[in-house]
Protein backbone atom coordinates (compact mmCIF):
# COMPACT_ATOMS: atom_id res chain seq x y z
CA UNK A 1 0.00 0.00 0.00
CA UNK A 2 0.82 3.68 -0.45
CA UNK A 3 3.43 5.03 2.05
CA UNK A 4 4.11 8.34 1.78
CA UNK A 5 5.75 11.78 3.72
CA UNK A 6 3.25 14.26 5.38
CA UNK A 7 4.90 17.34 3.79
CA UNK A 8 1.94 19.46 2.04
CA UNK A 9 -1.00 18.62 4.46
CA UNK A 10 -1.60 18.35 7.80
CA UNK A 11 -1.16 16.72 10.48
CA UNK A 12 2.55 16.81 9.42
CA UNK A 13 5.94 15.19 10.69
CA UNK A 14 5.30 11.58 10.16
CA UNK A 15 5.07 9.14 7.01
CA UNK A 16 1.07 8.03 6.37
CA UNK A 17 0.54 4.86 6.32
CA UNK A 18 -2.55 3.39 3.68
CA UNK A 19 -4.54 0.56 4.96
CA UNK A 20 -6.99 0.68 2.36
CA UNK A 21 -8.10 2.59 -0.87
CA UNK A 22 -11.06 3.57 -1.14
CA UNK A 23 -11.48 5.44 -4.02
CA UNK A 24 -9.45 5.24 -7.09
CA UNK A 25 -8.61 7.66 -9.71
CA UNK A 26 -11.34 6.82 -11.99
CA UNK A 27 -13.94 6.97 -8.97
CA UNK A 28 -12.49 10.76 -8.19
CA UNK A 29 -12.93 11.58 -11.61
CA UNK A 30 -16.87 10.43 -11.75
CA UNK A 31 -17.25 11.95 -7.97
CA UNK A 32 -16.16 15.32 -9.47
CA UNK A 33 -18.21 14.94 -12.53
CA UNK A 34 -21.16 14.53 -10.37
CA UNK A 35 -20.07 17.04 -8.02
CA UNK A 36 -19.99 19.61 -10.75
CA UNK A 37 -23.30 18.52 -12.69
CA UNK A 38 -25.02 19.14 -8.63
CA UNK A 39 -23.10 22.55 -8.40
CA UNK A 40 -24.77 23.85 -12.04
CA UNK A 41 -28.20 22.11 -11.26
CA UNK A 42 -28.49 24.06 -7.73
CA UNK A 43 -27.01 27.40 -8.77
CA UNK A 44 -29.00 27.14 -12.15
CA UNK A 45 -25.76 27.67 -13.85
CA UNK A 46 -22.30 29.28 -13.38
CA UNK A 47 -23.29 32.87 -13.09
CA UNK A 48 -21.32 34.55 -10.33
CA UNK A 49 -20.10 31.37 -9.10
CA UNK A 50 -17.02 31.39 -7.82
CA UNK A 51 -14.32 28.33 -6.31
CA UNK A 52 -12.37 28.86 -3.96
CA UNK A 53 -10.01 26.20 -3.36
CA UNK A 54 -8.19 25.90 0.81
CA UNK A 55 -4.63 25.18 0.78
CA UNK A 56 -3.14 22.76 0.56
CA UNK A 57 -5.73 19.61 -0.18
CA UNK A 58 -8.19 21.62 -1.07
CA UNK A 59 -6.65 23.36 -4.45
CA UNK A 60 -6.70 20.17 -6.18
CA UNK A 61 -10.30 19.38 -6.01
CA UNK A 62 -11.14 23.05 -7.05
CA UNK A 63 -8.65 22.79 -10.15
CA UNK A 64 -10.40 19.13 -11.00
CA UNK A 65 -13.84 20.68 -10.06
CA UNK A 66 -13.10 24.24 -12.70
CA UNK A 67 -11.95 21.60 -15.25
CA UNK A 68 -15.56 19.47 -15.16
CA UNK A 69 -17.69 22.62 -14.85
CA UNK A 70 -16.17 23.93 -17.82
CA UNK A 71 -16.56 20.99 -19.78
CA UNK A 72 -20.47 20.69 -18.72
CA UNK A 73 -20.98 24.36 -19.04
CA UNK A 74 -18.25 25.96 -22.00
CA UNK A 75 -16.97 28.66 -19.78
CA UNK A 76 -14.97 28.42 -16.65
CA UNK A 77 -15.40 30.17 -13.25
CA UNK A 78 -13.26 32.45 -11.33
CA UNK A 79 -11.37 30.27 -9.43
CA UNK A 80 -9.03 31.46 -6.28
CA UNK A 81 -7.19 29.54 -3.13
CA UNK A 82 -7.33 30.85 0.37
CA UNK A 83 -4.82 29.51 3.10
CA UNK A 84 -6.50 30.05 6.59
CA UNK A 85 -3.92 29.42 9.16
CA UNK A 86 -3.98 32.79 10.54
CA UNK A 87 -8.04 32.28 11.17
CA UNK A 88 -8.00 29.05 13.06
CA UNK A 89 -8.83 28.75 16.67
CA UNK A 90 -5.36 26.40 17.53
CA UNK A 91 -2.70 29.46 16.98
CA UNK A 92 -0.95 29.28 20.16
CA UNK A 93 -1.80 26.11 21.06
CA UNK A 94 0.09 24.12 18.29
CA UNK A 95 2.33 25.16 15.43
CA UNK A 96 0.24 26.70 12.98
CA UNK A 97 2.08 28.37 10.03
CA UNK A 98 0.60 29.70 6.85
CA UNK A 99 1.85 27.11 3.98
CA UNK A 100 1.00 28.89 0.80
CA UNK A 101 0.03 32.74 -0.49
CA UNK A 102 -3.78 33.44 -0.45
CA UNK A 103 -4.69 34.53 -4.56
CA UNK A 104 -8.12 35.93 -4.57
CA UNK A 105 -8.19 38.52 -7.42
CA UNK A 106 -11.79 37.95 -7.70
CA UNK A 107 -14.62 40.79 -6.01
CA UNK A 108 -16.21 38.50 -3.62
CA UNK A 109 -19.73 40.78 -3.11
CA UNK A 110 -22.86 39.22 -4.49
CA UNK A 111 -20.40 35.97 -5.89
CA UNK A 112 -21.93 32.30 -4.79
CA UNK A 113 -18.75 31.14 -3.50
CA UNK A 114 -18.42 27.29 -3.78
CA UNK A 115 -15.48 26.51 -1.18
CA UNK A 116 -13.62 23.36 -2.10
CA UNK A 117 -11.58 20.44 0.31
CA UNK A 118 -10.18 17.24 0.32
CA UNK A 119 -11.06 16.00 3.45
CA UNK A 120 -13.98 17.81 5.83
CA UNK A 121 -13.31 16.50 9.51
CA UNK A 122 -14.23 18.75 12.56
CA UNK A 123 -15.27 21.34 10.88
CA UNK A 124 -12.97 24.07 12.09
CA UNK A 125 -11.02 24.24 8.73
CA UNK A 126 -14.52 25.54 7.44
CA UNK A 127 -15.18 28.02 10.21
CA UNK A 128 -11.80 29.57 9.76
CA UNK A 129 -12.39 30.03 5.83
CA UNK A 130 -15.76 31.13 6.42
CA UNK A 131 -14.29 34.15 8.68
CA UNK A 132 -11.34 35.03 6.13
CA UNK A 133 -14.13 35.16 3.19
CA UNK A 134 -15.82 37.33 4.74
CA UNK A 135 -12.70 39.72 5.19
CA UNK A 136 -13.34 40.15 1.23
CA UNK A 137 -16.23 40.93 0.59
CA UNK A 138 -20.31 39.82 1.24
CA UNK A 139 -20.93 37.09 -1.09
CA UNK A 140 -24.93 36.40 -1.67
CA UNK A 141 -23.79 32.42 -0.51
CA UNK A 142 -21.15 30.37 0.08
CA UNK A 143 -21.67 26.68 -0.13
CA UNK A 144 -19.00 23.80 0.50
CA UNK A 145 -18.13 20.69 -1.75
CA UNK A 146 -15.63 18.12 -0.33
CA UNK A 147 -13.75 14.71 -1.80
CA UNK A 148 -14.76 12.98 1.70
CA UNK A 149 -16.68 13.60 4.57
CA UNK A 150 -15.50 11.48 7.02
CA UNK A 151 -17.68 12.90 9.99
CA UNK A 152 -16.45 13.77 13.62
CA UNK A 153 -18.13 17.19 13.00
CA UNK A 154 -17.43 19.61 16.24
CA UNK A 155 -18.92 22.72 14.56
CA UNK A 156 -22.72 22.77 12.98
CA UNK A 157 -21.25 22.55 9.24
CA UNK A 158 -22.61 20.37 6.86
CA UNK A 159 -21.15 19.98 3.06
CA UNK A 160 -23.45 20.77 0.25
CA UNK A 161 -21.49 18.63 -2.12
CA UNK A 162 -19.50 15.25 -1.30
CA UNK A 163 -17.35 12.78 -3.29
CA UNK A 164 -17.57 9.89 -1.34
CA UNK A 165 -19.08 9.74 2.86
CA UNK A 166 -16.84 7.69 4.61
CA UNK A 167 -17.11 6.45 8.23
CA UNK A 168 -13.96 6.69 10.11
CA UNK A 169 -12.28 6.14 13.80
CA UNK A 170 -11.13 9.25 15.10
CA UNK A 171 -7.40 8.35 14.94
CA UNK A 172 -7.44 7.66 11.91
CA UNK A 173 -6.02 9.95 8.32
CA UNK A 174 -7.84 10.53 4.87
CA UNK A 175 -5.37 11.22 2.05
CA UNK A 176 -6.58 12.41 -0.60
CA UNK A 177 -4.34 12.69 -4.11
CA UNK A 178 -5.26 12.54 -7.75
CA UNK A 179 -4.12 9.02 -8.16
CA UNK A 180 -7.42 7.70 -4.55
CA UNK A 181 -8.28 8.34 -1.41
CA UNK A 182 -6.58 6.30 1.50
CA UNK A 183 -7.75 5.12 4.60
CA UNK A 184 -4.77 4.78 6.92
CA UNK A 185 -2.36 6.07 9.72
CA UNK A 186 0.52 8.40 10.46
CA UNK A 187 3.41 6.19 11.75
CA UNK A 188 6.15 8.45 13.68
CA UNK B 1 14.47 27.14 12.13
CA UNK B 2 16.64 26.60 15.16
CA UNK B 3 18.62 29.57 16.11
CA UNK B 4 14.88 32.24 15.67
CA UNK B 5 12.59 33.07 16.60
CA UNK B 6 11.90 30.27 18.99
CA UNK B 7 12.94 33.48 21.75
CA UNK B 8 13.72 36.71 21.20
CA UNK B 9 15.05 38.47 17.50
CA UNK B 10 18.03 39.92 18.57
CA UNK B 11 20.38 40.24 16.22
CA UNK B 12 21.09 38.85 12.41
CA UNK B 13 24.23 37.81 13.66
CA UNK B 14 23.30 34.20 14.99
CA UNK B 15 20.69 33.70 12.73
CA UNK B 16 21.70 30.80 9.64
CA UNK B 17 20.81 31.47 5.72
CA UNK B 18 17.56 29.23 5.68
CA UNK B 19 16.45 30.96 8.82
CA UNK B 20 16.40 34.41 6.89
CA UNK B 21 14.76 32.69 4.04
CA UNK B 22 12.15 31.25 6.13
CA UNK B 23 10.93 34.70 7.37
CA UNK B 24 11.44 35.85 3.87
CA UNK B 25 8.90 33.03 2.37
CA UNK B 26 6.31 33.53 5.06
CA UNK B 27 6.70 37.03 4.23
CA UNK B 28 4.77 36.57 1.21
CA UNK B 29 1.74 35.30 3.51
CA UNK B 30 1.82 39.09 5.14
CA UNK B 31 2.32 41.03 1.73
CA UNK B 32 -1.53 39.43 0.40
CA UNK B 33 -2.98 40.81 3.84
CA UNK B 34 -1.35 43.91 3.52
CA UNK B 35 -3.54 43.95 -0.21
CA UNK B 36 -7.22 42.87 1.30
CA UNK B 37 -10.14 45.22 1.48
CA UNK B 38 -9.32 44.43 5.24
CA UNK B 39 -5.49 44.11 6.05
CA UNK B 40 -6.39 42.40 9.14
CA UNK B 41 -6.60 38.45 10.31
CA UNK B 42 -7.16 37.54 14.10
CA UNK B 43 -4.04 35.49 14.50
CA UNK B 44 -2.50 37.54 17.73
CA UNK B 45 -6.16 38.65 19.15
CA UNK B 46 -5.42 38.65 23.43
CA UNK B 47 -1.71 39.02 22.41
CA UNK B 48 -0.07 42.41 23.13
CA UNK B 49 2.89 44.10 21.80
CA UNK B 50 4.88 46.83 23.54
CA UNK B 51 6.97 49.62 21.27
CA UNK B 52 10.05 50.57 23.80
CA UNK B 53 12.02 53.76 22.30
CA UNK B 54 14.72 55.51 23.82
CA UNK B 55 15.56 57.05 21.18
CA UNK B 56 13.10 58.72 18.82
CA UNK B 57 11.79 56.58 15.44
CA UNK B 58 8.89 57.18 13.16
CA UNK B 59 8.54 54.21 10.33
CA UNK B 60 9.95 51.53 12.79
CA UNK B 61 7.81 51.99 15.42
CA UNK B 62 4.46 52.85 12.94
CA UNK B 63 5.74 49.91 11.33
CA UNK B 64 5.71 47.80 14.09
CA UNK B 65 2.37 49.17 15.57
CA UNK B 66 0.57 48.89 12.34
CA UNK B 67 2.03 45.06 12.14
CA UNK B 68 1.02 44.10 15.39
CA UNK B 69 -2.68 45.62 14.69
CA UNK B 70 -2.95 43.89 11.53
CA UNK B 71 -2.28 40.31 13.22
CA UNK B 72 -4.97 42.21 15.91
CA UNK B 73 -2.87 42.40 19.06
CA UNK B 74 -3.12 44.72 21.31
CA UNK B 75 -0.37 47.58 21.13
CA UNK B 76 0.81 49.79 23.98
CA UNK B 77 3.52 52.25 23.30
CA UNK B 78 6.68 54.08 25.36
CA UNK B 79 8.39 56.70 24.52
CA UNK B 80 11.42 57.52 26.67
CA UNK B 81 10.54 61.37 26.17
CA UNK B 82 7.24 61.35 28.30
CA UNK B 83 8.21 58.79 30.72
CA UNK B 84 9.25 58.42 34.25
CA UNK B 85 13.15 57.86 32.99
CA UNK B 86 13.19 61.89 33.32
CA UNK B 87 11.84 61.04 36.88
CA UNK B 88 15.05 58.88 37.65
CA UNK B 89 13.20 55.40 36.96
CA UNK B 90 15.63 52.74 35.96
CA UNK B 91 15.76 50.78 32.66
CA UNK B 92 15.01 47.74 34.17
CA UNK B 93 12.47 49.36 36.21
CA UNK B 94 10.57 50.37 33.39
CA UNK B 95 10.80 46.87 31.48
CA UNK B 96 9.44 45.52 34.48
CA UNK B 97 6.48 47.49 34.60
CA UNK B 98 5.37 47.02 31.04
CA UNK B 99 5.67 43.13 31.24
CA UNK B 100 3.27 43.81 34.18
CA UNK B 101 0.70 45.51 32.06
CA UNK B 102 0.90 42.29 29.84
CA UNK B 103 2.87 43.10 27.04
CA UNK B 104 4.21 39.61 24.99
CA UNK B 105 6.99 40.88 23.19
CA UNK B 106 8.59 44.03 23.43
CA UNK B 107 10.05 45.80 20.61
CA UNK B 108 12.88 47.70 22.08
CA UNK B 109 15.03 50.72 20.58
CA UNK B 110 17.85 52.31 22.62
CA UNK B 111 20.69 54.39 22.14
CA UNK B 112 23.51 51.72 23.55
CA UNK B 113 24.73 48.95 21.52
CA UNK B 114 23.20 45.13 23.47
CA UNK B 115 20.89 46.73 25.45
CA UNK B 116 18.40 44.46 23.77
CA UNK B 117 20.30 41.64 25.05
CA UNK B 118 20.05 43.03 28.43
CA UNK B 119 16.70 43.50 28.40
CA UNK B 120 15.89 39.66 26.99
CA UNK B 121 17.97 38.20 30.19
CA UNK B 122 15.39 40.59 32.37
CA UNK B 123 12.28 39.65 31.43
CA UNK B 124 10.51 37.05 30.46
CA UNK B 125 8.77 38.80 27.50
CA UNK B 126 9.52 37.83 24.11
CA UNK B 127 12.42 40.66 22.75
CA UNK B 128 12.74 42.25 19.39
CA UNK B 129 15.71 44.37 18.89
CA UNK B 130 14.65 47.67 16.81
CA UNK B 131 17.90 49.35 16.90
CA UNK B 132 20.59 49.24 19.49
CA UNK B 133 23.04 51.55 19.27
CA UNK B 134 25.71 50.81 16.44
CA UNK B 135 25.00 47.04 16.93
CA UNK B 136 21.95 45.89 14.94
CA UNK B 137 18.70 46.39 13.55
CA UNK B 138 17.58 43.07 12.26
CA UNK B 139 14.31 43.85 11.01
CA UNK B 140 15.64 46.49 8.72
CA UNK B 141 17.74 43.92 7.27
CA UNK B 142 14.97 41.61 7.17
CA UNK B 143 13.24 43.76 4.91
CA UNK B 144 15.44 44.75 2.78
CA UNK B 145 16.23 41.65 1.98
CA UNK B 146 12.93 41.03 1.06
CA UNK B 147 12.52 44.35 -1.01
CA UNK B 148 15.63 43.08 -3.05
CA UNK B 149 14.32 39.40 -3.35
CA UNK B 150 11.39 41.32 -4.58
CA UNK B 151 12.69 43.26 -7.31
CA UNK B 152 15.48 41.10 -8.70
CA UNK B 153 14.13 37.40 -7.77
CA UNK B 154 17.24 36.67 -5.50
CA UNK B 155 20.06 38.35 -3.72
CA UNK B 156 22.67 35.48 -4.80
CA UNK B 157 24.83 37.04 -7.19
CA UNK B 158 23.76 40.99 -6.67
CA UNK B 159 26.69 43.64 -5.77
CA UNK B 160 25.33 45.96 -3.12
CA UNK B 161 27.40 49.38 -2.02
CA UNK B 162 26.68 50.71 0.87
CA UNK B 163 26.95 54.11 1.09
CA UNK B 164 27.78 56.52 3.88
CA UNK B 165 28.42 56.28 7.71
CA UNK B 166 29.01 52.38 8.14
CA UNK B 167 31.05 53.39 10.94
CA UNK B 168 27.73 54.27 13.15
CA UNK B 169 25.83 52.31 11.28
CA UNK B 170 23.52 49.06 12.67
CA UNK B 171 21.68 48.74 9.37
CA UNK B 172 24.98 48.88 7.26
CA UNK B 173 26.49 45.93 10.38
CA UNK B 174 22.75 43.83 9.94
CA UNK B 175 22.93 44.48 5.80
CA UNK B 176 26.09 43.17 5.54
CA UNK B 177 25.55 40.13 7.59
CA UNK B 178 22.04 39.27 6.15
CA UNK B 179 23.11 40.51 2.13
CA UNK B 180 26.31 38.50 2.28
CA UNK B 181 24.37 35.21 4.18
CA UNK B 182 22.25 35.27 0.53
CA UNK B 183 24.81 35.30 -1.65
CA UNK B 184 25.47 39.05 -2.48
CA UNK B 185 28.74 40.81 -2.87
CA UNK B 186 28.87 43.84 -1.00
CA UNK B 187 31.11 46.85 -1.34
CA UNK B 188 31.08 49.23 1.60
CA UNK B 189 31.88 52.54 -0.06
CA UNK B 190 32.47 55.70 2.50
CA UNK B 191 35.46 57.94 3.55
CA UNK B 192 37.90 56.31 5.63
CA UNK B 193 36.50 58.18 8.75
CA UNK B 194 33.25 56.95 8.64
CA UNK B 195 34.19 53.20 8.15
CA UNK B 196 34.77 51.29 10.85
CA UNK B 197 38.13 50.83 12.96
CA UNK B 198 38.54 47.15 11.87
CA UNK B 199 36.78 45.45 8.92
CA UNK B 200 38.54 41.80 10.31
CA UNK B 201 36.01 39.24 8.86
CA UNK B 202 33.55 41.54 7.37
CA UNK B 203 32.81 39.23 4.45
CA UNK B 204 33.02 42.97 2.20
CA UNK B 205 35.64 45.14 0.29
CA UNK B 206 35.85 48.74 0.19
CA UNK B 207 36.20 51.91 -2.23
CA UNK B 208 36.53 55.41 -1.28
CA UNK B 209 35.37 56.18 -4.87
CA UNK B 210 31.43 56.14 -5.41
CA UNK B 211 32.07 57.33 -9.10
CA UNK B 212 33.79 53.85 -10.05
CA UNK B 213 31.89 51.87 -8.14
CA UNK B 214 28.29 52.76 -9.46
CA UNK B 215 28.40 51.53 -13.17
CA UNK B 216 28.93 48.21 -11.66
CA UNK B 217 26.12 47.83 -9.22
CA UNK B 218 22.83 46.23 -8.83
CA UNK B 219 21.77 47.94 -5.92
CA UNK B 220 23.23 51.31 -4.32
CA UNK B 221 22.34 51.34 -0.49
CA UNK B 222 22.59 54.83 0.43
CA UNK B 223 22.89 55.84 4.45
CA UNK B 224 21.87 58.67 6.30
CA UNK B 225 24.88 61.35 6.99
CA UNK B 226 24.26 62.47 10.53
CA UNK B 227 24.87 66.05 11.19
CA UNK B 228 26.77 65.54 13.84
CA UNK B 229 29.32 63.83 12.49
CA UNK B 230 30.45 66.91 11.61
CA UNK B 231 31.11 68.17 14.93
CA UNK B 232 33.07 65.26 15.52
CA UNK B 233 35.19 66.43 12.86
CA UNK B 234 34.75 62.32 10.63
CA UNK B 235 34.04 64.99 7.66
CA UNK B 236 35.03 68.61 6.96
CA UNK B 237 31.58 70.04 5.73
CA UNK B 238 27.94 68.69 4.60
CA UNK B 239 28.66 70.06 1.24
CA UNK B 240 32.37 68.23 0.79
CA UNK B 241 30.71 64.72 1.82
CA UNK B 242 27.39 65.67 -0.75
CA UNK B 243 30.28 66.44 -3.41
CA UNK B 244 31.96 63.13 -3.11
CA UNK B 245 29.64 60.93 -1.40
CA UNK B 246 26.08 62.02 -2.25
CA UNK B 247 23.94 60.75 -5.42
CA UNK B 248 22.84 63.10 -7.25
CA UNK B 249 21.18 63.18 -10.93
CA UNK B 250 24.95 63.21 -12.85
CA UNK B 251 26.04 60.15 -10.68
CA UNK B 252 22.56 58.38 -11.15
CA UNK B 253 22.88 58.43 -14.93
CA UNK B 254 25.65 55.92 -14.58
CA UNK B 255 23.54 53.71 -12.42
CA UNK B 256 22.80 50.49 -14.66
CA UNK B 257 19.16 50.78 -15.71
CA UNK B 258 17.72 48.30 -13.86
CA UNK B 259 19.62 48.60 -10.33
CA UNK B 260 17.73 49.64 -7.34
CA UNK B 261 18.31 52.99 -5.08
CA UNK B 262 17.89 52.08 -1.24
CA UNK B 263 17.56 53.96 1.82
CA UNK B 264 16.45 53.07 4.99
CA UNK B 265 14.95 56.67 6.19
CA UNK B 266 14.88 59.15 7.35
CA UNK B 267 16.42 60.85 3.72
CA UNK B 268 18.52 63.59 4.48
CA UNK B 269 17.70 65.10 0.70
CA UNK B 270 20.32 67.26 -0.46
CA UNK B 271 22.72 65.29 1.55
CA UNK B 272 23.21 61.57 0.73
CA UNK B 273 20.67 62.07 -1.85
CA UNK B 274 19.21 64.56 -4.14
CA UNK B 275 15.36 64.78 -4.12
CA UNK B 276 14.82 64.40 -7.54
CA UNK B 277 17.13 60.76 -7.42
CA UNK B 278 14.93 59.61 -4.74
CA UNK B 279 11.60 59.44 -6.81
CA UNK B 280 13.50 57.93 -9.77
CA UNK B 281 11.83 55.35 -10.85
CA UNK B 282 14.73 52.91 -9.85
CA UNK B 283 14.73 54.26 -6.39
CA UNK B 284 12.65 51.49 -4.06
CA UNK B 285 12.49 53.59 -0.85
CA UNK B 286 8.60 53.77 -0.40
CA UNK B 287 8.95 49.78 -1.21
CA UNK B 288 11.47 49.45 1.80
CA UNK B 289 8.33 50.88 4.27
CA UNK B 290 5.61 48.96 2.76
CA UNK B 291 7.78 45.60 2.83
CA UNK B 292 8.70 46.91 6.66
CA UNK B 293 4.88 46.39 7.78
CA UNK B 294 4.97 43.08 6.06
CA UNK B 295 8.44 41.83 7.23
CA UNK B 296 7.70 42.66 11.15
CA UNK B 297 4.07 40.64 10.96
CA UNK B 298 5.80 37.71 9.48
CA UNK B 299 8.23 38.20 12.68
CA UNK B 300 5.71 39.13 15.66
CA UNK B 301 3.34 36.15 14.25
CA UNK B 302 6.42 33.19 14.04
CA UNK B 303 7.63 34.55 17.92
CA UNK B 304 3.75 34.68 19.33
CA UNK B 305 1.67 32.85 16.98
CA UNK B 306 3.48 29.99 15.28
CA UNK B 307 4.03 27.33 18.33
CA UNK B 308 7.48 27.67 17.83
CA UNK B 309 8.33 28.85 21.22
CA UNK B 310 6.24 25.85 22.34
CA UNK B 311 9.39 24.32 22.57
CA UNK B 312 9.47 21.11 20.83
CA UNK B 313 6.75 19.12 22.99
CA UNK B 314 4.16 18.70 19.68
CA UNK B 315 3.95 18.60 16.26
CA UNK B 316 1.55 19.00 14.19
CA UNK B 317 -1.66 17.38 14.82
CA UNK B 318 -5.51 16.99 13.37
CA UNK B 319 -6.07 19.95 10.96
CA UNK B 320 -8.34 17.64 8.72
Keep these: ?188 | MNSIPSRSLLSIEGMTKSDIEEILDLTDTFDEIGRRPIPKVPALRGRTVATVFFENSTRTRLSFETAARRLSADTMSFGAGSSSLSKGESIRDTVEVIEAYGADVLVVRHPAAGIAQRIDNWTDALVVNAGDGCHEHPTQALLDAYTLRKHKGSLNGLRIAIVGDIRHSRVARSDVLAFTMLGAEVVLVAPPTLLPPSLEGWPVTISYDLDEVLPTLDVCYLLRMQNERISEGLIPSVREYTADYGLNIKRAATLPKDALICHPGPTNRGIEIEAAVASDPRSVILDQVSNGVSIRMAVLFLLLGSGRNLGATSELEGGQ
Design chain 1, 1 to 188: MVEKERVQTPPKGGVFVAHARVLDAEDIKRAIQRMAHEIVERNHGLDNVVLIGLQTGGVMVAEMLTEALSKISGTSPPQGTLDVALHRDDIGMRPVIPEAVTDISVDLDGATIVIADDVLFTGRTIRAALDALCDFGRPKEIQLAVMVDRGHRELPIRPDYVGKNLPTRISEIVDVSPEGVDLGTVEK
